[in-house]
């Protein structure tokens, strides 16, 4: 087995173990955005992590531990923010050396997608914290990212202009159109939901409304509903 380097193994000491009931039992609040709601095969996404919010008590250890698709992979010198977040030698982690770690704290990092990419894609992550007086390392996970390729419609495709009127209480909810979106009053974004919408044109009535700890995509991009058809029959 190969030698943990010290960032590494200061780093898995941070990972949960034990008997999970710290004496700051309050986890921060941890968000993940992509740089876009659709990938390129062959080419890089950007994320984005958030760490605690201000007066949070700062945390003496972090380790984040994301969970790529199959052949993603972290660019090594992409990694970068507060903290002094560090790409740990497995190219699996990102570690945080700084002696002071503020809260909120964020950091970015790239990935690398194959070229033989294709069809939805899901980005998730894990956080390991630990802060002082607290017995044993916690972990707390964020939204997990919903990618989609470039041209593939997202959830429902419609060939003319569509109007969105429901709400999105849970989960994921796609819509597409070849032609145009509109998202009425009435619809809002529930906390942990999630709304992806791909259209030429999008438009938003002034009532619409997303909630904290909800996530909205949307892509003003050429839409054939042809193509999930031709991916469902591919599929069979």
């Not at 309050?26 to 993940?32: D, G, L, N």
């Not at 972290?74 to 503020?102: C, K, M, R, T």
């Not at 419609?153 to 979106?181: K, N, W």
């Amino acid at each position: 087995a190969q030698a943990q380097t010290q960032p590494e193994a200061q780093a898995a000491d941070a990972r949960p173990t034990g008997d999970m009931t710290p004496a700051n039992a309050a986890a921060p609040q941890v968000t993940q955005q992509a740089s876009a709601s659709t990938y390129s095969p062959g080419g890089t996404l950007t994320l984005t992590q958030t760490i605690g919010e201000s007066g949070d008590s700062p945390p003496v250890a972090l380790l984040w531990a994301p969970s790529l698709p199959a052949g993603w992979s972290i660019l090594p010198d992409s990694v970068s923010g507060q903290g002094a977040p560090e790409l740990s030698a497995s190219g699996e982690a990102i570690l945080f050396l700084a002696s002071s770690l503020p809260q909120p704290l964020s950091f970015s990092y790239q990935v690398q997608i194959p070229a033989t990419a294709s069809g939805a894609q899901t980005i998730a992550a894990a956080l390991s914290y630990q802060r002082l007086g607290m017995s044993n390392p916690a972990q707390v996970a964020p939204a997990a990212l919903s990618l989609h390729s470039d041209g593939t419609p997202i959830g429902d495709c419609h060939g003319s202009a569509f109007r969105i009127t429901a709400p999105v209480t849970r989960g994921q909810q796609g819509y597409s159109s070849e032609v145009s979106l509109e998202v009425a009053d009435s619809v809002q974004v529930s906390p942990g939901a999630e709304l992806q919408l791909r259209a030429p044109r999008i438009h938003f009535a002034p009532g619409f409304r997303v909630e904290t700890g909800g996530r909205l995509g949307a892509t003003a991009a050429a839409v054939n509903c042809s193509a999930t058809v031709s991916a469902s029959s591919a599929s069979l």
